[in-house]
């Protein structure tokens, strides 16, 4: 894989993912995340939900379509609390992808794009940099997975070093997910994971909580 796809797949690089948790906040406040089989249950539901409802607009933008598709996912993000992470998500990518690269087309495309929905803005930043466009879809959904990840961590469900071992075994499910939505374009998006939709749906209700999402 590219250095560049490496750098952003870095847990480190400020996208803003640290503050969100996909959902899975909600889910435990709600007695659906206890223990490794009901984690290992959802992060795969999140692995299907982010390859047929999260791609299809990175494919439109990384061909080109970057406007198109950021309009199509604001109709597309019934979730308010989704669609509001999504935004926030997006434009922190943006804006840490034209500090790192200082490069005018992440900077047109920033200014172009009306929502800047995540998935729509890691694929029109990453449209001119002459990277495979199975690279870009591969890294995007394990970015997510694995900020997932970091959030069940943080919320005290699994252990650091437990985690990595429920990450390697979601390996093949990645694989199952990318060569199933290859192709997919914003048209064929759909949403798979009730759970995690109604659970974030609810997100802004909690009395506490550590994520914004």
Request: charged letters at 20%.
């Amino acid at each position: 894989m590219d250095t560049l796809l490496l750098q952003l797949a870095d847990s480190g690089f400020p996208a803003g993912a640290f503050a969100h948790s996909a959902g899975l906040e909600a889910l435990h406040h709600c007695g659906l995340l206890r223990g490794e089989a009901q984690v290992t249950g959802r992060l795969e539901e999140l692995v299907w939900h982010t390859a047929l409802g999260a791609l299809p607009f990175l494919h439109d933008a990384f061909a080109g379509a970057g406007v198109r598709a950021d309009r199509e996912a604001e109709a597309f993000l019934s979730n308010h609390v989704a669609r509001r992470a999504s935004r926030a998500q997006g434009r922190a990518f943006l804006m840490a992808a034209e500090a790192m690269l200082g490069d005018s087309a992440v900077t047109a495309v920033r200014q172009s794009l009306p929502h800047s929905h995540l998935a729509v803005a890691f694929g029109a930043a990453l449209a001119h940099r002459g990277l495979p466009l199975a690279d870009v879809r591969h890294a995007f959904l394990f970015c997510t997975v694995r900020s997932a990840l970091s959030a069940v961590v943080r919320l005290g469900v699994v252990g650091p070093l437990r985690a990595q071992a429920l990450l390697r075994g979601l390996h093949d499910t990645f694989e199952r997910a990318l060569a199933d939505s290859a192709g997919a374009v914003a048209r064929d998006a759909v949403s798979v994971s009730p759970w995690l939709e109604t659970a974030q749906s609810a997100h802004d209700r909690l009395y506490s909580r550590l994520f914004q999402s």
